[in-house]
T-cell receptor, first 114, second 116 residues
Framework: AQSVTQPDIHITVSEGASLELRCNYSYGATPYLFWYVQSPGQGLQLLLKYFSGDTLVQGIKGFEAEFKRSQSSFNLRKPSVHWSDAAEYFCAVAPYSSASKIIFGSGTRLSIRP | GAGVSQSPSNKVTEKGKDVELRCDPISGHTALYWYRQRLGQGLEFLIYFQGNSAPDKSGLPSDRFSAERTGESVSTLTIQRTQQEDSAVYLC??????????????FGPGTRLLVL
């Protein structure tokens, strides 16, 4: 069965420090991969998505993610976090382009230390 | 507003009562999705509407859950005989066309349901 694992429930980093949020997926083929952010009081927003091609994907708000097929991972990174990045981050997977379902991980809550 | 709207924003009900949640998608979006987000968990897919096609109801957890959508407009999610385990945030999303991978989903703020 398809699944998405986000092993870190809660991460705290200092403002200005680098960030890496982990995501592993379980799926036979190369799925479509996503990262979403859910800020307090706001709806989910798509940060970036990977379909094919270059394995390093650039997203909004200075985020990037790297697809590593050998590790079945799609980790999210940011070189320098800002206090406004405090939020819940969800990794998600869809099996094919016309899929009606997207499977979400359980999320990683990011806190920023001043 | 041009975004997805949902009402009510909060709903408290008693166990056994029926509730109806509403979603107004972005105008022109043919696809509409409902998700459930339990506390501390990711989103669970519930149902998907795409134009006039038969909806994908495979995510509905029980026959107490149902949803309707008239054309490409408003959708309502109904939960009958609510149970405490139904307590969650119910999120609606819409996209210009169907297919979660090729089309960006735009999410509403959610309805927080508490069943006492």
């Amino acid at each position: 069965a398809q699944s998405v694992t986000q092993p870190d429930i809660h991460i705290t980093v200092s403002e200005g420090a680098s960030l890496e949020l982990r995501c592993n997926y379980s799926y036979g083929a190369t799925p479509y991969l996503f990262w979403y952010v859910q800020s307090p009081g706001q709806g989910l927003q798509l940060l970036l998505k990977y379909f094919s091609g270059d394995t390093l994907v650039q997203g909004i708000k200075g985020f990037e993610a790297e697809f590593k097929r050998s590790q079945s991972s799609f980790n999210l990174r940011k070189p320098s976090v800002h206090w406004s990045d405090a939020a819940e981050y969800f990794c998600a997977v869809a099996p094919y382009s016309s899929a009606s379902k997207i499977i979400f991980g359980s999320g990683t809550r990011l806190s920023i230390r001043p | 507003g041009a975004g997805v709207s949902q009402s009510p924003s909060n709903k408290v009900t008693e166990k056994g009562k029926d509730v109806e949640l509403r979603c107004d998608p972005i105008s022109g979006h043919t696809a509409l999705y409902w998700y459930r987000q339990r506390l501390g968990q990711g989103l669970e897919f519930l149902i998907y509407f795409q134009g006039n096609s038969a909806p994908d109801k495979s995510g509905l957890p029980s026959d107490r859950f149902s949803a309707e959508r008239t054309g490409e407009s408003v959708s309502t999610l109904t939960i009958q005989r609510t149970q405490q385990e139904d307590s969650a945030v119910y999120l609606c999303a819409s996209s210009f066309r169907g297919g979660v991978a090729r089309e960006t989903q735009y999410f509403g703020p959610g309805t927080r349901l508490l069943v006492l």
